[in-house]
C-alpha cells in the first residue's frame, strides 16, 4: 500500500478515549460502521460521545472492492430486538444526533427498510429531540421501501455515490450511478422536508472534472449536504489508492459546491459520511423547513 502523506496521519485511539462508548456497545450488543469499516476517525468520534451505528449487519451481501465490511452469502434473520437496543444506546450515551446505516440486504423483499422504519420510531419514543440521520443502500430500486423509510420521518436521508460513473464497475459493481440519483430525487418528490445527503471518495482514478460533474448531477436533483473524503485502502485485498489528493483540492472542491447551492459541503482528507454529522442540526435552524 502506498505511504501516507502527512495530513492522514492520526493517532490511534487509546481506550481511555473511546472506553465509555465502546462499553455501551458491548453490553448492548450493537455494531457500528466506525469498527466494522475501520474508519481512521473512531478515536474522534468515540472520545466525543458519538458513532455511526449499522443495524441489519455486521456482514454485507455485496462485496465492494473499497470496503472492508464482511462479506455474507447467507442471508440471516432480522433481529427484532435490535431497535430497541439501537435506542436504548441512544439514551444512555444522550445523543442530540444519532446516524443510522446498515449493510446491504439484498436477501430481503424491501432490503431492510422496515428494520430502518423500526429504529426511527423506536428512538423517537425513547428520545424525541434527537435528530436522526439514516445512511441508506439503494435498497435494490425499491421505491415502495424508500416511501416506507422516508414515512417515519427522518431528519436527513443520506445515500452515498461513492465515486464517478466511470468507476462504477470497478468500484461499485452491483451499484448504479443513475439509481443512486434516482433515490436522492424521489426522496425530494416524496418527503421534500427531509434534508438530503451525499457522499464521495476520492483518489481512486477520479479526474477534477468527474467529481464537479458528480456535484452538478447531484444539485440537479436537490442533494442539500455533501461529504467529500479521501479513499484509504483497508488491506492489501482491496482496491488500492490511486492518490493522495492534498488538503487545497478539498478546499477547491467545498467552494465549488457552495457556489452551486449545496446547503453545506463537507471536505476534507480526513471526511467520512458521518463526520461531524450533528453540525447538521445548525444548517436545519439556518435554512428550516
Known amino acids: 500500500m502506498a505511504v501516507k502523506p502527512d495530513w492522514l496521519r492520526v493517532k490511534a485511539p487509546q481506550w481511555q478515549r473511546i472506553g465509555n462508548v465502546k462499553a455501551v456497545l458491548q453490553d448492548l450488543g450493537l455494531n457500528t460502521v466506525c469498527e466494522e469499516a475501520s474508519c481512521p476517525?473512531?478515536?474522534?468520534?468515540f472520545h466525543a460521545g458519538t458513532a455511526t451505528f449499522l443495524i441489519m449487519g455486521p456482514a454485507c451481501t455485496r462485496a465492494c472492492p473499497y470496503c472492508d465490511i464482511d462479506?455474507?452469502?447467507?442471508p440471516k434473520a432480522l433481529d427484532t430486538t435490535e431497535p430497541l437496543r439501537l435506542a436504548e444506546a441512544v439514551k444512555r450515551m444522550g445523543l442530540n444526533h444519532v446516524v443510522i446505516t446498515s449493510v446491504n440486504r439484498d436477501d430481503l423483499p424491501d432490503g431492510g427498510a422496515r428494520q430502518f422504519v423500526?429504529?426511527?420510531?423506536?428512538?423517537?419514543?425513547?428520545?424525541?429531540?434527537?435528530?436522526?440521520?439514516?445512511?441508506?443502500?439503494?435498497?435494490?430500486?425499491?421505491?415502495?421501501?424508500?416511501?416506507?423509510?422516508?414515512?417515519?420521518?427522518?431528519?436527513?436521508?443520506?445515500?452515498?455515490?461513492?465515486?464517478?460513473?466511470?468507476?462504477?464497475?470497478?468500484?461499485?459493481p452491483q451499484g448504479n450511478y443513475r439509481r443512486t440519483l434516482d433515490l436522492l430525487e424521489r426522496t425530494r418528490g416524496l418527503s421534500p422536508k427531509t434534508y438530503r445527503k451525499s457522499g464521495l471518495m476520492v483518489g481512486m482514478g477520479?479526474?477534477?472534472?468527474?467529481?464537479?460533474?458528480?456535484?452538478?448531477?447531484?444539485?440537479?436533483?436537490?442533494?442539500?449536504?455533501?461529504?467529500?473524503?479521501?479513499?484509504?485502502?483497508?488491506?492489501?485485498?482491496?482496491?488500492?489508492?490511486?492518490?493522495?489528493?492534498?488538503?487545497?483540492?478539498?478546499?477547491?472542491?467545498?467552494?465549488?459546491?457552495?457556489?452551486?447551492?449545496?446547503?453545506q459541503v463537507i471536505s476534507s482528507p480526513l471526511t467520512r459520511s458521518s463526520y461531524h454529522a450533528e453540525q447538521v442540526q445548525a444548517l436545519m435552524q439556518r435554512y428550516p423547513r
Open 41 to 45: 476517525n473512531i478515536g474522534e468520534c
Open 71 to 74: 462479506f455474507e452469502k447467507t
Open 206 to 263: 477520479e479526474t477534477d472534472d468527474e467529481v464537479r460533474q458528480v456535484m452538478a448531477d447531484l444539485r440537479t436533483v436537490d442533494c442539500d449536504i455533501l461529504t467529500i473524503g479521501q479513499y484509504l485502502q483497508p488491506s492489501a485485498k482491496h482496491l488500492a489508492v490511486q492518490t493522495f489528493v492534498p488538503p487545497e483540492q478539498f478546499h477547491a472542491w467545498r467552494q465549488a459546491g457552495e457556489a452551486m447551492g449545496f446547503l
Open 118 to 172: 423500526h429504529c426511527i420510531n423506536q428512538i423517537r419514543q425513547e428520545s424525541p429531540t434527537t435528530t436522526i440521520e439514516v445512511l441508506i443502500p439503494d435498497l435494490c430500486g425499491n421505491w415502495e421501501a424508500l416511501a416506507a423509510i422516508l414515512a417515519a420521518k427522518p431528519d436527513v436521508l443520506n445515500h452515498n455515490t461513492e465515486t464517478v460513473p466511470r468507476l462504477y464497475r470497478r468500484v461499485r
